[in-house]
């Protein structure tokens, strides 16, 4: 239902719709990469009050997980129309 405008174009007009998802995805892990190290940077050397553990440990997910968004944009790029969005 999302993808109707796009599916009822013309096919250069769902590739350009799909470039820029894929763009908007990156750039989002970009995002996430940049500001969590920041923050993590910003943290460090600070214990969680339970648990007596690294905080900047946890705070490193957000720029873990950006990495992975951007690989997961990088993926879509080099091979689209595959994978299970487009079933």
């Given at each position: ?16 719709s ?48 950006g ?21």
């Amino acid at each position: 239902a999302v993808d109707w405008l796009a599916d009822s174009g013309p096919t250069t007009m769902r590739r350009l719709s799909d470039g820029f998802v894929v763009v908007l995805t990156f750039l989002l892990g970009l995002v996430l990469v940049v500001s969590g190290y920041h923050y993590a940077l910003e943290t460090m050397g600070q214990t969680t009050a339970a648990l007596q553990i690294s905080i900047e440990a946890l705070h490193l997910a957000a720029p873990v997980s950006g990495l992975l968004i951007m690989l997961h944009a990088v993926a879509r790029f080099l091979r689209p129309g595959e994978g299970p969005i487009d079933e």
